[in-house]
Antibody, heavy 121, light 112 residues
């Protein structure tokens, strides 16, 4: 079955960077976009951006432009999301998700289990 | 900041029907983009519940149904059960934010 397994929880200091991994299995990794979504404690879902694992093309939400980088390693079917210049407001659970459907009519299924990133001095 | 608005909470007794609204604008739902719904049980990742406005993935009970009209969409849960207590989010695409997927503000469903 299609499955996404994310890396473990991270604790970072303000100003540092964090890189979260998302390993895919059960399907051809390069066939579907991967998106990243985050959720602060007790808050709603916030879309961060997308990556096409085949081409490496990316698109980021305006809020994260300049601070987020999404990459992949096709040899190990793994996507990465790196967020830099961390601040306390970036403390959240970060999810990766496979995109199904086409372009602007697409949805997320399935999701990874989430990675808690805590930013604290 | 979410561009799709949902009620913060809805509640119902077991067996009752509840509905959750998702209100957007002319750049997202009103522009014809599909609405999708996710269920998030406490402490878990979101799970796809409805895609393409009204389609249920395999394994989702037919107690869940979705609809869309104009600039809004709705999720209905009939025959409410205790295990339906969760957070629910709508999601669509917004043409005013290049390439941007957008989520609703989220609704907590409480089974009384």
């Amino acid at each position: 079955q299609v499955q996404l397994v994310q890396s473990g929880a991270e604790v970072k200091k303000p100003g540092a960077s964090v890189k979260v991994s998302c390993k895919a299995s059960g399907y051809t990794f390069t066939s579907y976009d991967i998106n990243w979504v985050r959720q602060a404690t007790g808050q709603g879902l916030e879309w961060m951006g997308w990556m096409n694992p085949n081409s490496g093309n990316t698109g980021y939400a305006q809020k994260f432009q300049g601070r987020v980088t999404m990459t992949r390693n096709t040899s190990i079917s793994t996507a990465y999301m790196e967020l830099s210049s961390l601040r306390s407001e970036d403390t959240a659970v970060y999810y990766c998700a496979v995109v199904a459907g086409t372009a602007s009519f697409s949805w997320f299924d399935p999701w990874g289990q989430g990675t808690l990133v805590t930013v604290s001095s | 900041q979410s561009v799709l608005t949902q009620p913060p909470s809805v509640s119902g007794a077991p067996g009752q029907r509840v509905t959750i609204s998702c209100t957007g604008s002319s750049s997202n739902i009103g522009a014809g983009y599909d609405v999708h719904w996710y269920q998030q049980l406490p402490g878990t990742a979101p799970k796809l519940l409805i895609y393409g406005n009204s389609n249920r993935p395999s394994g989702v009970p037919d107690r869940f149904s979705g609809s869309k009209s104009g600039t809004s969409a709705s999720l209905a849960i009939t025959g409410l059960q205790a295990e339906d207590e969760a957070d629910y989010y709508c999601q669509s695409y917004d043409s005013s934010l290049s390439g941007s997927r957008v989520f609703g503000t989220g609704t907590k469903v409480t089974v009384l």
